[in-house]
């Protein structure tokens, strides 16, 4: 079993997970023992599988995992790089990170996974793809921009019609009209949860800009708080769940021309750390 290509990765926890494997499948002899005497840390075992858990990777030990790891050069900024993505904590520092992963690949795909990540960084690209098919667009991207609430520029147009072409999501047709190429995507096999969490993070900011705009177009947004016991939560849940699969039945059924253009979402948040049993 070779060890995994550390550019594959968009989580540096499945790869510190996948190299160990690699390796005790190569020497059983590698061990977790053998693992923290290499990180200097001869008297535990728990370090290597908590940090593959979740736990915070400290800068200290990011370049006791470099040498461990026998990185060179390229693959150890990447890999500094990787941690800082996956463990930043605001939006900004996600972004930051997110533009040093994609610089920093070396891999044989990194134009084509570079462009797909691009894709989830972005919330306009969607809203792009979404509003071609509401009408008969050529390419005007300074006509497309007006369009869109918030207001985007004629470059910021032109960025996602070129990224949506690239990655086939969008054609021309003979009228010179651009059309998406499907009626709804999903995320590719494998897609990081980090890229998907950027996005997600970028719909709820575009939520919060609505909330907060005096002339935004009509919205409904409904928010509450509840009390319930851990059985109602998980129907809750699984309700969600259920609605958000028929909206999407709804939306690959629908026959008539689309003229509208929405941010649909749905959340169903802890405010709890622990749930225990309620005792009367």
Known sequence: MSSPNLYAYNDFRRYLADWLAAKKAEDPRYTGAEVHRRLGLPNTRSFYPDIVAGRTLTA?????????????????????????????????????????????????????????????????????????????????????????????????????????AELGLIVQTEEGFWKPTETSITTPEGTRDDLIVQLQLQHLELAQKSLLAKDAPERLVATNVISVSKSVAEQVERKLEKMRAEIRSMVHKDTAPPTEVCLFQTSLIPLKKTSKEFQP
């Open 60 to 164: 200290t030990f990011v370049e006791r995992f470099i040498i461990l790891l026998e990185l060179d050069r390229d693959q150890a900024q990447f890999f500094r790089s990787l941690v800082r993505f996956n463990q930043a904590t605001t939006t900004e520092e996600r972004e930051l990170a997110f533009d040093q992963v994609v610089a920093l690949n070396r891999t044989p795909r990194t134009v084509l996974e570079g462009k797909q990540m691009e894709f989830f960084r972005d919330w306009r690209h969607g809203a792009i793809r979404a509003l071609l098919d509401t009408g008969n667009y050529r390419d005007e991207p300074g006509e497309l921009a007006k369009e869109i609430v918030p207001r985007l520029t004629p470059g910021q147009v032109r960025t996602s019609l070129d990224l949506l």
